[in-house]
């Protein structure tokens, strides 16, 4: 009877390390796309401060010359991830993907200052016994802003 006790209670300790693991791992992997996505969000701002600011000078809150295309290339080049078009994706060893990201969406808006809002998913497998049965997505907003200053 005591050696029943001791499979539940090691069975239920390595559930809850499981549990404890696969929340780092998870919190890691978002923490690490914010923290990315917030450089590149920042040297976006930094390459292109010319044409966003002479738009500003113009009343114009929107210019042709800076697209989103422009950040997703520079999002990809720099985060290094692989492209099928739609998602953003981090595969193992095994071909398998770790994680995928939907493509980000930016738009900037502004009143003194310049505030620029980059938007996507992350996209977690769930795995148990080798399939996957479900993905746990979460949103993730990157906002960057720059105070015009006037002289």
């Known amino acids: 009877m005591t050696y029943i006790k001791t499979a539940v209670i090691v069975l239920i300790t390595a559930m809850i390390l499981s549990l404890v693991l696969t929340y780092a791992s998870i919190m890691t992997i978002v923490q690490t796309t914010k923290s990315n996505t917030e450089t590149v969000l920042d040297s976006f701002v930094t390459q292109n401060f010319i044409y966003i600011f002479d738009s ?26 692989d492209n099928n078009g739609n998602y953003f994706y981090n595969i193992d060893g095994n071909g398998r993907y770790i994680y995928r990201l939907t493509i980000p969406q930016t738009t900037f808006t502004v009143s003194n200052t310049l505030n620029l809002t980059c938007c996507l998913d992350v996209l977690i497998p769930v795995n148990f016994a080798g399939k996957q049965v479900s993905e746990i997505r979460i949103p993730i907003t990157v906002k960057s802003s720059y105070n015009l200053k006037y002289d």
């Open 56 to 81: 500003i000078k113009n009343g114009n809150n929107y210019t042709d010359t800076i697209s989103s295309d422009e950040f997703v290339d520079e999002f990809a080049t720099n985060c290094t991830f």
